[in-house]
């Protein structure tokens, strides 16, 4: 019986599975009621599709990528006077690095020449801590020296009477004279008018989707005003030639300061485009960082080293190092249209 | 009363809280309706298992970044010929800027060659508004010319008979004559036969979640093939070597105007790649936008000045300084599989 | 009849839309069900505030965003002895290219010297198959040769007594010899302390939403450990100083391989910050991967040309050409902080 019964329930709860569930309805045949019940849909419907579609623009298609080219191009002149070079004019060509107007480039602003480096054999730095020695034996044959500037020849150069100097290294010599940067050293060199210097950003843009795109030089711009205006956020918001002076001012750092050790800064432009209203509302803003200062005190700053290279009437090739200190600008562009569609 | 009758009022609504609200159900046991019901759940479903997931993919991970690596090689040789140098011979090691096979260089098409500048004293450039000068007082010493080359000598240097002229200053002398890009101009020359240089563009994709890779030079192409196809939408669609005329041509724009004037183009590679099929459907599309159209007419085009330094005997520093115009040329990669899991 | 009890059905099916409809539900005043279906109404939602919100910070926000520099800084030595160019020592300011610090960069590692290239008339090199020819009649004059080095001047040179040889070309002579990239090679020279080199990273990154940044470059680290520390996976996974021949064993490759004929490498620095904790967790992860493996055997490796310009007495420029092999660095920062607000 028992198990009768449970196959029975078995079989029950099976066909039910074929039983059809259904709400109990009341269908209210009010004229009244009926007339507010559509009235109220249709006010939903009507909202929908007069608020959110059309002031709120949700119908938009929210656009990710945004096509960008930088164009740079600086102006200013500098002069500097050294022991080794004498006067010297920087021209933009000169303190430009890398010179070919890139959104990332680096603005020479002081430096440290070591001019007419030969090959050949002299005493290694005695900044660099492996290169001391106290006899010839610390100086083994072929070695290179651990970040020093070159192989060691076997000999232990000391001046008369110390008991301790450094190696004699194969090298490109003279070696530099590790400075500190320190302003007024004889053997460094600040270009001051580098706060004059002009930075001519030109950023073209493009959202893909919408086949629009925009300049931040306007092309309305008479050619005399562009010539001669300069950014400023309340009076030029839209001028796109900008002082090095004012981008350092703007990221709340002190310009000696970069000027003597280097550092880097990030130019963002954003562009916030409401590809619904007229085109020429879609304008960029600039905003000015300082993007390392973050590091602890002796990382900070900005330089390298790099060369000229020469070769004499013997075709003797010799060479001119400067180690530069200065300001890196790294353009970014962000963009953002306000069009969002419901249809991703 | 009032205030007991508002209690019980209160103590009603709030108990009412307690209330269980359901729906009135019917169950209905006919076997009809009630397969009927269950075939329409089982086709939903089915539907959802056999047509979303598998056909439609939707199952799979979309995946977001991808990770590129592009490396360019230019080949084609030009002839310049100028009054300052010559006849001059052009390999991708003189027109290339940077010549390290980035994604991002610069083509040079057009020229103008200043040679020999030294520091010294000379002229200011009638072009530059702020040199100009009526007398010696109208060029005070020291003062750097704006926007010009160098600094006042505190002269000013006048034709004879003229009323005004230009202030002396200390600079790079002699100073670049400012030309217009124009064709047949002495001073300023093209590159012909850029029209026929060559790119290889490598660009190797990784989708780091599938640990997926591909390039855009085919394993299977035979090296023979590879050396001397070229291009074309519909019957090279995947030779990876692309001839600048061809470039120019598929952006809309003139080959003529860009060699003169320069100019920025963009190269975006797209993949789109389905990584449930066979890896060798996933291939590029390559698409070709001029980048630098929307500014005013004065401001398109694309040059910037570099320079070369020599020393003479007596260790005087001399440079060449060209203004090159040309075609700046970024490679971008977007890459997209087609895979989509439900989980995100 | 028929027409007017179709109207009258049209009608009410007219009217029938203003009928309101609703499900009929039960009240079911049984405290004790209500009292259940409170409390597990209030078990979701105390579920929801306790557990996603508190637990799982699913209330932060998701930056999407994030801001970085990176500055690069190599040191090390090598020497090599060429036939053309003798003994010589290489600095950082000699094998990396570009110079300035960037997060791409170039290291040469192995070279071909061509020196003292002048413009000029000599014989094409035999490796152009365009530039073969049996008699002065396949070297038409002005015509440039294909993938080759310069313009034919009309004649063809051949060696005494055979039947063919090359186009005579006017060109930068002499013309560079193709050598394969092989080991010792008389004209081809390996930097072989290119494994000792070390690369100093520093990253800075910013979360702009939460006005968040840091580096890479622990402030706490006391100034000496960072002198002398190397990256180690397990021991030093914090140190940003990183040996180049420990980067390209972190890829999988071969360390010799790589030195001869090139290839490009990605360092991927993965930043993951949960900025509701303390801000010293957030910490970077290094991860090393060769990105240019996929391409068939003869597409391998990474070389290019760069050459240094020269004017002897007379004002002729010459100039000598490396064909440089090397490593790629591309370092690339990807950033997540774990912040995640319902509201997007």
Chains 1, 2, 3 share one sequence.
Not at 83 to 88: D, F, I, K, T, Y
Not at 104 to 127: H, M
Not at 320 to 335: A, D, P, S
């Amino acid at each position: 019986m028992a198990s009768n019964s449970c196959k029975s329930k078995i079989l029950s709860n099976v066909l039910s599975c074929l039983n059809y569930k259904t709400g109990k309805f009341i269908i209210a045949e009010s004229k009244r009621v009926g007339t507010l019940y559509r009235v109220i849909q249709l006010s939903i419907i009507g909202y929908l599709v007069g608020y959110v579609f059309l002031s709120k623009k949700s119908y938009q298609a929210k656009e990710e990528s945004i096509q960008s080219a930088v164009i740079t191009k600086l102006k200013g002149v500098a002069v500097t006077n050294t022991a080794e070079s004498g006067r010297m004019v920087w021209e933009p060509v000169d303190y430009v690095i890398p010179p070919q107007g890139d959104a990332v480039f680096f603005i020479v602003t002081n430096f440290i020449e070591t001019p007419n480096q030969k090959l050949g054999n002299c005493a290694e730095s005695p900044d660099v801590p492996d290169g001391h020695c106290k006899g010839d034996k610390d100086c083994a044959k072929g070695e290179s020296v651990k970040t020093g500037h070159g192989f060691r020849t076997g000999r232990c150069l000391r001046d008369n009477g110390k008991s301790s100097g450094t190696c004699e290294i194969y090298s490109w010599c003279p070696i530099e004279s590790c400075h500190q940067p320190q302003d007024g050293h004889k053997h460094m060199s600040i270009l001051r008018e580098a706060e004059n210097f002009t930075i001519f950003i030109k950023n073209f843009i493009r959202f893909p989707k919408f086949s629009f795109s925009k300049a931040n030089v306007q092309d309305t711009a008479d050619k005399y005003h562009l010539k001669k205006c300069h950014y400023d956020e309340l009076l030029e918001p839209y001028c796109p030639i900008f002082r090095l002076g004012d981008i350092v001012y703007r990221t709340g750092h002190s310009f000696q300061d970069m000027v003597l050790r280097g550092g880097s800064i990030g130019i963002l432009i954003k562009w916030k485009c409401d590809l619904d209203r007229d085109h020429s509302e879609c304008k960029p803003r600039y905003n000015f960082t300082r993007i390392d200062i973050n590091a602890s005190r002796e990382s900070t700053g900005f330089n390298f080293r790099h060369a000229r290279y020469y070769k004499n009437e013997s075709g003797e090739v010799y060479r001119t190092q400067f180690k530069v200190y200065g300001i890196r600008i790294n353009i970014m562009v962000h963009g953002k249209d306000e069009c969002i569609y419901f249809v991703s």
